[in-house]
């Protein structure tokens, strides 16, 4: 007779190997297809991001659709945005997607896209309550098809795409291609004192698709 107390024991260390290897094998599925963490380095997405904090990121959500305007990314910045060669993953807001046209700023200093400006209550404000202008260089563009107009809510300490298109006066360089980025990230899970949703702001659902040309 088989002793019952005896085989469970031993089943079990001879499974547990296999069980390890299965947890590291999803694991590393879902890193690298799925969802990852990234934590924030910078204040260039300050008050939305502050440094320290960790965020989630949906690598998969653009595998069926481009970024959103509103959505924050994570995407692998060109070699001339990078002032230290091994930061290569940048943080930054969408602001206009491809056909776009993103202009600063109206009468109001805003910032207009396909003609309808935007509310940008996300930009940084001061403990005193002095809020960022949206740009503090004016700016006239038509997106490329296939890149995104990204900027920092920090806007004053932020290397986006204002900055990159004052510096060059060049499209494509201060634009990302849609294939650089990483994936969409939707929520601050550390602190926990910080854990919020990284949703998009409701002015961006007034901005009309571009005008046919």
């Known amino acids: 007779m088989i002793d019952e107390q005896t085989k469970k024991p031993n089943t079990f260390w001879r499974e547990l190997p296999v069980l390890l290897g299965v947890a590291i094998i999803v694991a590393v599925v879902v890193r690298a297809f799925v969802l990852q963490t990234f934590y924030i380095p910078s204040e260039s997405m300050e008050n939305t991001l502050l440094i320290h904090d960790r965020v989630l990121v949906n690598k998969l959500v653009y595998d069926f659709r481009s970024p959103h305007r509103g959505e924050v990314i994570v995407f692998k910045a060109p070699d001339s945005w990078r002032n230290d060669p091994s930061e290569e993953d940048f943080i ?99 602190p926990f004192s910080r854990a919020k949703w990284l949703g998009v702001p409701d002015t961006f659902e007034k901005v009309p698709d571009p005008a046919t040309r």
């Open 92 to 190: 930054k807001r969408v602001i206009a997607v491809g056909g776009d046209h993103v202009v600063c700023c109206d009468d109001k200093q805003r910032i207009t896209v396909n003609g309808t400006p935007l509310d940008e209550t996300y930009i940084y404000a001061n403990p005193d309550g002095l809020q960022d202008l949206p740009s503090e260089e004016q700016f006239d563009v038509t997106v490329p098809k296939g890149r995104l107009w990204v900027m920092g809510d920090h806007r004053s300490r932020s290397g986006d795409s204002r900055y990159n298109f004052i510096r060059t006066k060049d499209t494509n360089q201060a634009t990302i291609a849609e294939d650089n980025v990483i994936g969409r990230a939707f929520v601050v899970f550390w």
